[in-house]
């Protein structure tokens, strides 16, 4: 017991010996940190805009802080090198509470045309085609409403319609399903057409019925789904002069939005466009990258059709702390395109889709 203390004190020397070498360990790191970031060296954590400039066509907000969206988008666009940031609607249903559309922002983007539009429709024309896709009803009293309601969303100001969905699994809104060849998607095909605006739709690829995939839940999800591709030709057939943006390829979460898939119908309607979001949180199933590279068939597909494609991160502003950025993954993507197919990937594609309440901007910008 007598020897005791003697040990504890060489145990303490000891420890005060590490100690000192671990806090003299410490500045040195902290000297090199302070001169690494004094010369500018990119870290891990700092962000990588695209090499030339894109347009984010499909981004949400957070529509209870509308001063805090206006000022995030517009502080990303300098920081991730975008020409413009599209806000849209998340497709809802009218029975979920807090179910918002285009005009809670409409004012606020609209001071900074050319860098902000609004694409509206998910709170309301979407939430009338799932009501009448359920309850059957879409006689003339109702697609007589409806067109009443798109054509007052474009009279506001929205350059498109969106965020519309046939097939989208339970999250922030509530599990969605109606058929892409509804009379009320047609309408919209007609709609869209005659003011030559496009609209931007959700649906995960049903190919033909079947079971809900596994890892997803039921309830909320259905346990079966129903075939959808067949009707989504016959919507894309219906119209040739309605512009139809399929949203995120590259976010596949039944397994069928495969680069065979995206070729086929491609090829088969020249009115159809793709918006690509990768989320490296969520990758679904038909990645386009490994390792972070562009997989070689995606890149073909991208190479192949290069006037069909735009970028749609599904970005919110602000940004969610701590989470990776959608935004950063795709243009990590976007940044291995070839120059001229980034180009038209980037700008020249939103243009032709989007038309002159956008080509203008994109012009004047370059000039
Ligand atoms: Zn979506
Ligand atoms: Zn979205």
């Given at each position: 017991m007598k020897r005791l203390p003697g040990k504890v004190v060489t145990t303490l020397s000891f420890s005060a010996v590490g100690i000192a070498a671990l806090v003299l360990a410490a500045q040195i790191s902290l000297a090199r940190q302070s001169s690494s970031s004094a010369a500018k060296i990119p870290s891990a954590m700092e962000p990588i805009p695209a090499l030339t400039p894109f347009v984010d066509g499909?981004?949400?907000?957070?529509?209870?802080?509308?001063?805090?969206t206006i000022r995030t988008s517009l502080a990303a666009l300098g920081r991730e090198n975008a020409a413009m940031i599209f806000l849209q609607m998340p497709p809802d249903i009218f029975d979920h509470p807090g179910r918002y559309d285009a005009e809670i922002v409409l004012s606020a983007a609209k001071k900074y045309p050319g860098k902000l539009a609004v694409i509206g429709g998910g709170g309301t024309l979407n939430a009338m085609i799932i009501q009448a896709a359920a309850n059957g009803d879409a006689g003339p009293a109702v697609q007589k409403k409806f067109r009443a309601r798109a054509e007052e969303l474009l009279r506001e100001g929205v350059i498109g319609f969106g965020e519309?969905?046939?097939?989208?699994?339970?999250?922030?809104?509530?599990?969605?399903?109606?058929?892409?060849?509804h009379p009320l998607y047609l309408l919209l095909a007609d709609i869209a057409a005659e003011h030559g605006v496009p609209f931007d739709i959700h649906m995960e690829a049903v190919p033909q019925d079947m079971a809900l995939p596994a890892g997803l839940k039921s309830p909320p999800n259905p346990?079966?789904?129903?075939?959808?591709?067949?009707?989504?030709?016959?919507?894309?057939?219906?119209?040739?002069?309605?512009?139809?943006?399929?949203?995120?390829?590259?976010?596949?979460?039944?397994?069928?939005?495969?680069?065979?898939?995206?070729?086929?119908?491609?090829?088969?309607?020249?009115?159809?466009?793709?918006?690509?979001?990768?989320?490296?949180?969520?990758?679904?199933?038909?990645?386009?990258?490994?390792?972070?590279?562009?997989?070689?068939?995606?890149l073909k597909l991208f190479t192949e059709f290069p006037d069909r494609f735009i970028i749609g991160s599904d970005q919110h502003y602000p940004e969610p702390k701590g989470e990776d950025r959608r935004w950063q993954e795709v243009i990590l993507l976007f940044n291995q395109l070839p120059a001229d197919v980034r180009k038209k990937i980037g700008t020249e594609n939103i243009a032709s889709i989007y038309g002159n309440s956008v080509a203008s901007f994109l012009r004047a910008a370059k000039d």
């Open positions: 499909h981004t949400h907000f957070d529509e209870k802080d509308i001063p805090a519309m969905t046939a097939e989208h699994f339970d999250g922030l809104t509530p599990y969605q399903y109606a058929p892409v060849d346990e079966r789904l129903h075939a959808n591709i067949p009707a989504f030709e016959r919507l894309l057939a219906h119209n040739p002069r309605a512009k139809i943006i399929w949203a995120h390829l590259g976010s596949d979460f039944t397994g069928f939005r495969t680069v065979e898939l995206d070729r086929r119908l491609l090829q088969a309607h020249p009115n159809l466009y793709m918006e690509i979001k990768t989320d490296p949180k969520a990758p679904g199933k038909n990645y386009p990258l490994a390792d972070g590279k562009l997989k070689p068939d995606w």
